[in-house]
C-alpha cells in the first residue's frame, strides 16, 4: 500500500519531521534476495573474502546446480560427522513446505533435482529448553534502502517444537514436530500448546526466553550483540543486489520512499551460537487464530496474546521511526549513514555495485538491471583495464565475458552477480599474492582512480 504522508497524521507526525511525500510498505526487488537461494549465495560470497566474519550461515549448496560439490564435500572431507544430517529447502518454499531431513546425497528425491533449492549442514546440537528446539523470529525494519538504513526490534517471537527433541536418526529424521520449528506446521500438532502468557507454551516472546537464559547464567548482552552483528553483516550482504534489481520498479517514482519489515529466523546451537536459518520477505503479522469446535466444527476467531503483544510493538515501532525519522525503545539501528570504521571493508559488495550501476545506463540493454555488451565495452575503457592488467587483451576479456555470462545461463548481459564474478576474476589475475578481498579492493581501487581521472577530462 502507499500511504500520502500529508493526508495522515500517524505517529503524532508534524512539520518540523522530515517524511517524504509518500511511503510504501514493500521494497518490491527485496523477495530475490530474500530467497533461499540467492540470500546463501551472497552471504557465501562475503563468507569467501571475510572467512572469520561470515560463518553464521550453516553451510550450503544450491541444488542442483552445486550438487557435484555437494557430493565432493560429503564424501572426501574427512572432518564430516559420520552421523552429520542435512536439511533441504526449497528455494521459493515458505511455511515449512518441502523441507526435509537425510543423510547420503543419494537420499535425494528425484523431484529435488527438478527444482531450485538449498541443501544446508542440519545443526544437531540446538539450544534445548524444556528438551524442545526453538528459534527466534526477528522483525528487521528497512526504513530505507539507499543509503541503506535498518533497524532491529528488541522483541519477537520463540517458536518452539512440539516434540521433543534427539538427534537425528533414520528412526527420527522424518519426524517434522520434532526438527522443524516452523509455526504453520507445528500448530497443526496436537501437542501445541497455546497461552495466555508470554513464558509459556510453544510460542513464547523473545523477552521471555532471554530472561530464562539469564537466569540460567548465559551472557545475554553478549548474545543481543551477536544477534545484532549477524543481522547486520546479512543486511550488508543482500542491499547491493537489492538495489540493482530495485533500479527498474523505481523510474518514475522517485517521490516513494519504500520500507519494508522482515523476518529473520535465527536458532541457536547450544554454546549460544546464532544461526540465520532463513530470511522471509513477508512475515507473518496475522496476531489471531481459527480455533474450531470439534463437535460443532464451527471456527471462532481468537486473539492470540502473545503474538498482540509482539506484533503490535513491532508495528507501532516502525511506523515511529518512519514518521519521526528516530528509533523508540523498541528499535535499535543496526545499519546508519555512519558505518564503524571495523566494519567499512564488508562494503566492497556496495562498492561492486557502485562500480556495477556507473555504466547501466551505458548497455544496449534496455533493462536496467543487467550490463550489456556495450556498457561493459564501456567498462574496459574508462577504467582502463588493459592498463591495470598488461597482459590480457581485448580478446581475453571479451572470452571472459562470454564464458560468465553463459554460467548465469544468460548469453548476452552481466546480471550484477556475474559482474561481480568477472571483477573477482580479473582482481586475483592482477593481485594473485594477495587475500581474495585484499585483491578484490586494490582491484576496485584502480578502477574507481582511472574512473575520476575520465571524468576530471
Known amino acids: 500500500a502507499v500511504v500520502s ?61 552445486q550438487y557435484a560439490a555437494f557430493c565432493h564435500f560429503v564424501f572426501t572431507q574427512k572432518h564430516t560427522p559420520k552421523d552429520q544430517y542435512f536439511i533441504l529447502k526449497p528455494d521459493e518454499g515458505s511455511q515449512g513446505d518441502g523441507i526435509y531431513l537425510f543423510k547420503n546425497p543419494m537420499d535425494l528425491t528425484p523431484g529435488t533435482m527438478s527444482r531450485n533449492s538449498v541443501v544446508q549442514r542440519y545443526i544437531g546440537n540446538p539450544l534445548l529448553i524444556d528438551g524442545f528446539k526453538f528459534d527466534f523470529r526477528l522483525y528487521v525494519l528497512i526504513s530505507n534502502l539507499d543509503p541503506l538504513e535498518a533497524y532491529l526490534c528488541n522483541e519477537g517471537l520463540a517458536r518452539f517444537c512440539t516434540q521433543k527433541y534427539e538427534s537425528p536418526s533414520s528412526k527420527n529424521a522424518c519426524k517434522t514436530y520434532m526438527h522443524l520449528t516452523n509455526y504453520s506446521l507445528n500448530k497443526l500438532s496436537e501437542d501445541f500448546v497455546r497461552s495466555e502468557h508470554d513464558n509459556q507454551g510453544s510460542k513464547r516472546t523473545l523477552s521471555s526466553v532471554m530472561a530464562l537464559l539469564k537466569a540460567a547464567g548465559h551472557d545475554i548482552d553478549r548474545l543481543w550483540r551477536v544477534i545484532k552483528d549477524v543481522v547486520f553483516k546479512t543486511l550488508i550482504c543482500i542491499a547491493p543486489l537489492t538495489k540493482v534489481e530495485q533500479l527498474n520498479l523505481e523510474r518514475g517514482t522517485t517521490d516513494v520512499q519504500h520500507f519494508h519489515l522482515l523476518g529473520f529466523d535465527i536458532l541457536l546451537d547450544d554454546q549460544l551460537n546464532p544461526y540465520l536459518l532463513e530470511i522471509n520477505g513477508f512475515p507473518s503479522m496475522r496476531i489471531d487464530y481459527e480455533l474450531i469446535d470439534e463437535e460443532s466444527s464451527t471456527k471462532t476467531i481468537v486473539t492470540s496474546p502473545v503474538d498482540a503483544k509482539v506484533k503490535k510493538e513491532a508495528l507501532r515501532g516502525a511506523l515511529h521511526i518512519l514518521f519521526k525519522r528516530r528509533p523508540d525503545e523498541s528499535y535499535c539501528q543496526i545499519v546508519g549513514p555512519e558505518i564503524a570504521e571495523e566494519s567499512r571493508q564488508f562494503l566492497v559488495f556496495e562498492e561492486c555495485r557502485n562500480l556495477y550501476t556507473m555504466f547501466l545506463k551505458k548497455s544496449s540493454l534496455r533493462k536496467g538491471s543487467m550490463l550489456g555488451s556495450s556498457g561493459f565495452r564501456s567498462f574496459v575503457r574508462t577504467c582502463r583495464v588493459l592498463d591495470i592488467l598488461p597482459t590480457v587483451t581485448n580478446a581475453d576479456l571479451d572470452l571472459l565475458y562470454i564464458s560468465i555470462c553463459h554460467q548465469s545461463d544468460i548469453v548476452k548481459c552481466l546480471t550484477f552477480l556475474s559482474f561481480y564474478r568477472l571483477i573477482l576474476t580479473l582482481a586475483v589475475r592482477k593481485f594473485p599474492e594477495l587475500s581474495l578481498y585484499e585483491a578484490l579492493k586494490g582491484f576496485l581501487d584502480r578502477c574507481f582512480e582511472n574512473v575520476a581521472v575520465a571524468n576530471r577530462g
Open 5 to 65: 504522508t500529508q493526508s495522515t497524521g500517524w505517529c503524532g507526525c508534524d512539520g518540523e519531521d522530515s517524511v517524504p511525500t509518500r511511503l510504501q510498505n514493500r521494497i518490491p526487488a527485496i523477495k530475490v534476495a530474500c530467497r533461499k537461494g540467492p540470500m546463501c549465495h551472497l552471504v557465501n560470497l562475503m563468507h569467501e573474502l571475510f572467512p572469520g566474519h561470515f560463518s553464521f550461515l550453516p553451510q550450503s549448496w544450491s541444488i542442483p546446480s
